[in-house]
């Protein structure tokens, strides 16, 4: 992957989210792999994926499916957006095929029903749950959290800005790239601590879909001093 | 305070996120009062404040100067912007003055000297500790947190939201009050539960000043739909 686009694979990538990363890194140039607990569910999503874009008169692309662990062995950069329920066992299951690899988690880790509720785990974060788990073989880093899936799957660009943590500051740079691929801007956001920030901040988010009937994001300002 | 304007306290208001927020509610035509640990720190910062105006060419405002205990009685609303380290002995200090009146806590919990990383509290943010201490006479909502001191300081309208977080919609719905006339969009953020999101937020902007050498704030986008 010295000069060509790395290897994309979305693990749990089946919903919204996953989905709608999948165009828009294929589209973006990437060969991009979703992944699923099943090779059939992987698949469904691709059909619907297709399908959903040909409803949508967006640019067909070519997207793989595959099980979560062929998916992340294939992979040279693997997201994961699975419900926080599965978010350890899915780690414990592709643990060995991440070594050396960066792993992008989306993983907001929500406690139904009270989603709109933050209610952090003892460890911090999703993110760093992840870190602990897969130790220094990989580099977590967090990043998408905010993002609406409803505008993620719109042809156009988007309004909201994509915060990154991550404990090395080049494994975040690479996952910076890939989110403007995919027609955000990204940023530095500090350690895989920090990932409890942007965590949090989506059940706040959740909150106010509810309160203002919107598909709320944040962006950054005050940059340009 | 059926018809007028709520007088306004803002404790440990002597920094420049007191003291620019003071200045912006007298100058909506709120009556306020600087507190600080002792009259003469309040008045030194009154004064400070009077000169910092006139340097810049700001209208002159009024704006009193109490200890911190007295400041809190003779407010309908009081405001906190002190040091994590000083947030609980603070609250001891003013609580029977809060019995029946909103507390507006500007607190983050910031441990030093790593400020850049979410260090959240146990009892999940200064905010809950605060309603937690208080109890249910007081109702204890959290903003201003992202607020950067640098842009509260100057004179114009302010390029950032305001999240704000509170067990009540109708406190909330006062604060946001205060937050417009301040100059500033505010929104309703959820539960107090949810100031761990804003909280932590601080300190991912923290690393994102550092970063990109700015005053980042946030601001939500995707609500008008």
């Known amino acids: 992957m010295s000069d060509s686009k790395p290897v994309l694979a979305i693990l749990g990538g089946t919903g919204d989210l996953g989905t709608g990363l999948a165009r828009r ?7 991009v792999i979703i992944g699923s607990r099943t090779q059939d569910k992987a698949e469904a999503a691709v059909a619907d994926l297709q399908q959903v874009m040909a409803d949508r008169g967006i640019a067909q692309v070519t997207v793989e499916a595959m099980g979560n662990l062929a998916a992340a062995e294939a992979a040279d950069i693997v997201a994961m957006t699975v419900p926080f329920a599965h978010h350890s066992s899915t780690l414990e299951l592709v643990k060995p095929a991440l070594k050396g690899k960066i792993l992008i988690d989306v993983t907001v880790p929500l406690v139904p029903p009270k989603v709109a509720r933050v209610q952090l785990p003892e460890a911090g974060s999703a993110g760093q749950i992840a870190q602990n788990l897969l130790g220094e073989d990989t580099q977590v880093v967090s990043a998408f959290q905010n993002v609406a899936a409803h505008h993620l799957q719109e ?44 965590e949090a901040m989506t059940s706040v988010l959740i909150f106010v879909n509810k309160q203002y009937q919107c598909h709320a994001g ?3 300002t005050g940059l340009a001093e």
Do not use: P, T
Request: proline share 0%; hydrophobic share 50%; net charge positive.
């Open 218 to 220: 944040i962006k950054l």
């Open 155 to 198: 042809g156009k660009g988007l309004d909201c800005d994509v915060l990154v943590c991550g404990d090395k500051k080049d494994a975040r740079a690479k996952v910076i790239e890939l989110v403007e691929a995919a027609g955000m801007r990204g940023f530095h956001a500090g350690s895989i601590a920090n990932a409890a920030a942007v």
């Open 25 to 31: 890194w294929a589209e973006a140039g990437y060969r």
